[in-house]
């Protein structure tokens, strides 16, 4: 048996707040337990107020009184990372890890246990790639510390459980997601990604001058992957240690596409100021992607006065971000697309008005994408997509630019708008979706402004279209949506006593040893490149609307199905910033359980499923169930084998259990009601107004 790893590896002291930690419990809970055991450790240093203990000695007491968390082996491996000070060292500590999960990634055959040595290592990433061997040798010691000893065998526990492209996205995305990181580190939103890469299309080739810690290009080579093809991804990132978490994230993808493509290119990543130091001035790549920095005026505008990239003219020292665009542009190759994030400022500031119209008149910026404000920081405002490609000297310039508005069409998953959209330019046959997305004349837009602003370009509708019947049929429908939530809300008074107020609990983990209730998910798929197939499954969304599966995975023959949904189990998101457990709905029974998605099989002769779906939904219960996600939204990844539920009568259960039933139904009915009322109160207001309803008295 693996012996658990000590939680403190680098800690001599803790306060009341690391102990808590440790613990998975408040600071009063540390208090209390001060108060009322004689054999807490006393403290060591601090002060009255804030005294601190010695780590060991707690940890010890933590063992012995079944109070130290369990944590899974994906957070011990973070906690070994995140102790490391100065903190500047987590990222060199971060790539020395990723480099193990390399080398372990790349192994073709099993081999002993032992860690390599750091020159061993090194050896073994020189035979992978000279570039990465040179980007990590000068982070590793000339002898392994037992503290880094203890971490790389945690993390290659990590890699052995989950897989070492798995487990190095999680390390990646706690880095990315702490302080640790520097502020300066703001990552491309997946949806974003979404965005800028279903409107660049495929390519074999994938540069980013920008990259960050590789999102973009990750998410690229991925999507490659995915449809059976492969793209080499360039990268060039000012920052070293970003530079190195780009190259070790698209390296093991890389072992993944080689699995089915022996032959495929390693990724190619270079450090340096990409305006001032261009790595790769040769290179034409068929996409280009870039979120560059916003507003940087000492960018080299005087070094570059004369660089050959301005053939649209020289961009002014206030406009860096017509410098990017412009960078982009000559290292597109012919046919091929590049999509820059851009501030929306961007499209209208007068310093840029002449390198503006000069892109538009030879044709090389197509469309421009207004997203919503909230995406990414700055959250107060909606980014620009700009969309961009090189322009063919023997064909005659685009005549007409793209405009498209996504906060027009809020009801619309966003890259279904954008994509939509793109497509439907780009067809003989375009047809333009008033107030979303337009094909505006080039002479409409040369005028003395040269304002790019989409929502310029694209007036709103006023409500001509609406259809009367319409909504008459939606007051109705909301009206009936309204009797369903007055009937749904469960009869409630002020009582007393109840007979969950005293219950006393049992631990879910308990019941789960004891056979009365499991817990299953959707099993890890294989990377094995045999014939695959396309399964319909649940996802987390059908649970929390109780519709039918609506999502599809793709698995190998050599895959094992995920667990088929049965009449009374529990059916739980995996990743939410709540509980919300249901019970499976007539239509959920015999689909496939998805990733993403968890149940809980209850022995019914012992427990009502809707009693244990309401108690184990309480508030709270995201406190202890809930641990740090890879979403970077804030959700948290849940636990249920963490809980405890009360125990209570069979018949009592049936009781409660209803009335947890009716409130399922009046969340889901209300969210319906909410949806259709902000529908409804838009399409009166623009019936309204263009008179096609009036008013009754």
């Given amino acids: ?41 006393t403290p060591v240093g601090g002060t009255p107020a804030s005294p601190s203990f010695d780590a060991r000695e707690v940890e010890s007491w933590l063992r012995r009184h079944g109070r130290l968390h369990r944590a899974s082996t994906d957070e011990w491996a973070w906690r070994h990372i995140e102790s490391y000070q100065p903190a500047a060292h987590i990222s060199d500590v971060l790539g020395i890890a990723g480099a193990l999960l390399v080398v372990r990634a790349s192994q073709t055959q099993a081999t002993d246990a032992d860690l390599p040595t750091p020159r061993q290592l090194v050896t073994r990433l020189r035979a992978l790639d000279r570039a990465l061997a040179t980007m990590v040798d000068p982070l590793l010691p000339k002898q392994w510390t037992a503290q880094l000893d203890t971490l790389l065998r945690v993390v290659d526990q990590l890699g052995t459980e989950q897989g070492p492209e798995t487990a190095f996205e999680y390390l990646h995305h706690r880095y990315a997601s702490s302080a640790h990181s520097m502020s300066g580190l703001a990552g491309t939103p997946d949806a974003v990604a979404e965005v800028m890469l279903a409107l660049a299309g495929q390519g074999t080739h994938t540069f980013d001058f920008t990259s960050g810690t590789g999102s973009i290009l990750r998410m690229a080579a991925d999507q490659a992957l995915a449809r059976g093809t492969a793209t080499r991804c360039y990268a060039q990132e000012i920052n070293p240690q970003y530079a190195l978490i780009t190259m070790l994230r698209l390296w093991l993808l890389h072992v993944r596409a080689r699995r089915g493509a022996p032959d495929a290119a390693p990724p190619v990543v270079h450090v340096g100021d990409s305006l001032l130091a261009d790595a790769l001035p040769d290179l034409r790549a068929d996409v280009v992607v870039a979120n560059f920095p916003f507003g940087i005026h000492e960018w080299g505008h005087d070094q570059l006065a004369y660089d050959p990239r301005w053939t649209y003219g020289l961009p002014p020292r206030t406009e860096p971000e017509l ?39 030879r044709g090389a910026l197509r469309a421009v994408v207004a997203l919503p404000a909230g995406l990414m920081p700055p959250t107060g405002i909606g980014l620009h997509v700009w969309v961009l490609t090189q322009p063919d000297p023997h064909q005659p310039p685009a005549g007409d630019l793209l405009m498209v508005d996504t906060t027009a069409a809020p009801d619309r998953p966003l890259t279904d708008t954008v994509a939509s959209a793109w497509s439907a330019y780009r067809s003989p046959a375009y047809a333009e979706l008033p107030g979303v997305h337009r094909a505006v ?45 007055r009937h749904n809300l469960p009869a409630v008074a002020p009582a007393p006593d109840t007979p969950l107020r005293d219950a006393p609990h049992a631990d879910i983990a308990d019941l789960i040893r004891s056979g009365s209730i499991t817990v299953h998910r959707a099993p ?6 045999g014939t695959t197939a396309t399964t319909v499954v649940l996802t987390a969304a059908d649970i929390l609307s109780g519709s039918p599966a609506t999502g599809t995975t793709t698995r190998t023959t050599d895959d094992e199905p995920g667990p088929d949904v049965r009449p009374d189990d529990i059916l739980v998101p995996v990743i939410g910033h709540k509980i919300s457990a249901r019970v499976a709905t007539p239509e959920q029974i015999g689909a496939e359980l998805g990733p993403g998605t968890q149940l809980i099989r209850v022995d019914t002769t012992r427990f009502d499923p809707w009693f244990i779906a309401g108690v184990i939904s309480h508030t709270d219960n995201l406190r202890i169930a809930g641990r740090a996600s890879s979403t970077g939204n804030g ?11 009360p125990v209570l009568a069979l018949e009592q259960q049936h009781t409660y259990g209803e009335a947890f039933r009716r409130l399922a139904e009046f ?11 902000a529908t409804l109160a838009r399409e009166i207001n623009d019936a309204l107004t263009s008179g096609v309803l009036g008013l009754t008295h």
């Fill in 1 to 41: 048996m693996t012996t658990e790893p000590s939680l403190v590896p680098n800690e001599t002291t803790l306060t009341a707040s690391g102990i808590a930690r440790l613990a998975n419990v408040g600071r009063a809970a540390v208090s209390n337990w001060r108060r009322r055991y004689a054999d807490f450790p």
């Fill in 323 to 361: 410098a990017w665009v412009q960078h982009a542009l000559a290292h597109l190759a012919p046919g091929g697309t590049a999509v820059v994030l851009m501030p929306p400022a961007a499209a209208s500031r007068p310093a840029g008005r002449r390198v503006r119209a000069e892109l538009i008149r």
């Fill in 441 to 485: 004349p080039v002479i409409d837009i040369l005028d003395d402004h040269v304002d790019l602003t989409p929502q310029r370009h694209l007036p709103q509708t006023h409500g001509s279209a609406t259809d009367p019947a319409q909504v008459i049929t939606r007051i109705d429908e909301f009206d009936r949506l309204l009797d369903q939530l």
């Fill in 524 to 529: 890890n798929r294989s990377r094995s490149t």
């Fill in 635 to 645: 959700a948290m990844r849940i636990d249920i084998r963490r809980l405890s539920i």
């Fill in 667 to 677: 969340r889901t009915t209300l969210e319906r009601a909410s949806a259709t009322g």
